[in-house]
């Protein structure tokens, strides 16, 4: 099955760097597993350290899978999309326009839009990235990834994410989509990370859940008005990809000049020092 449930048989289990099929298959994740709490006993004082040097080597390896990839652009969407519809023409238009802008294209590595989008990155001589997730049914790695990394949970996975991404581009989806889409927008809004660019794409799509942003939920004092404006939403590939260009043209900049105002202070206070 892909990573929502849809039926994807044959693909296999992924288990770390296991591959499982059949009745090897497990009923239950890494996710679960972990986050269950404990019946009886004190075995998880022995299970748990054991679990925290495979979370660690998850988060090494992804590290040191991804460390040279250069500029990427995460892009999300629904797994249940098929070929013929148009949302997933979108999203090899928008994969390829990135590519041609420079950027890798990072997804979920399963069918749907996130196929879609490994495939027009990889059509397009591009760097086409697939994040995989272990999950209780036979699911795998799209045909047009070409470089993978199977994760156990769901924590490390989302950090490569968002560490190795200039941007978000967010194709309609359902709750998986979701919730790296208010993941993103909330380490945003708490300036856990720099401001990159979180764009939406299909405005019929989704503009309920923006006027739902925009009306009760800052109505009621729960969000400021102007997080609204962390999010923008457009119609079309072009649209959405030059809004991920431009905001990383100018995060760039301003990187730049905050290197060059530290650089400027510490000469100034060198000099500052070998004058006294």
């Known amino acids: ?27 239950s994740t890494s996710d679960q597993r972990l986050l269950s709490r404990p019946v009886g006993g004190a075995s998880w004082l022995h299970d748990d350290p054991w679990r925290v040097m495979r979370i660690q080597s998850e988060f090494v390896e992804g590290f040191g ?3 040279e990839v250069g500029p990427a652009v995460s892009v999300f969407g629904s797994a249940r999309t098929r070929a013929h519809e148009p949302a997933y023409a979108l999203g090899v238009d928008v994969a390829r326009l990135l590519v041609e802008a420079g950027y890798a294209v990072i997804t979920g590595g399963g069918p749907g839009i996130m196929e879609a989008a490994n495939r027009g990155a990889k059509e397009a001589g591009g760097v086409s990235i697939g994040l995989g997730i ?12 070409d470089l993978g990394v199977n994760f156990r949970y769901f924590f490390a996975r989302k950090t490569m994410f968002v ?7 967010v194709l309609p989806g359902g709750f998986g989509t979701f919730d790296e889409l208010f993941e993103a927008l909330t380490l945003v809004q708490t300036h856990k990370v720099i401001e990159f660019p979180i764009v939406l794409v299909g405005r019929d799509y989704w503009q309920g859940l923006l006027d739902w942003i925009s009306g009760p939920v800052v109505a009621a004092g729960l969000i400021s008005p102007v997080d609204r404006d962390l ?17 990383g043209a100018e995060l760039r900049r301003q990187e730049e000049a905050a290197v060059a105002e530290a650089a400027q202070a510490q000469q100034e206070a060198q000099a500052s020092s070998d004058a006294s």
């Open 1 to 27: 099955m892909s990573d929502d449930g849809q039926p994807e048989p044959g693909r296999g289990y992924r288990k770390g760097p296991v591959l499982l099929r059949g009745q090897q298959i497990p009923t």
């Open 65 to 67: 899978a991804l460390a």
């Open 134 to 145: 272990e999950l209780p049914f036979e699911q795998g790695m799209n045909d047009w990834v």
């Open 163 to 169: 560490k190795y991404s200039e941007g978000f581009i």
């Open 231 to 247: 999010l923008q939403v457009v119609d079309t590939a072009e649209e959405a990809v030059e809004i991920v260009v431009t905001r």
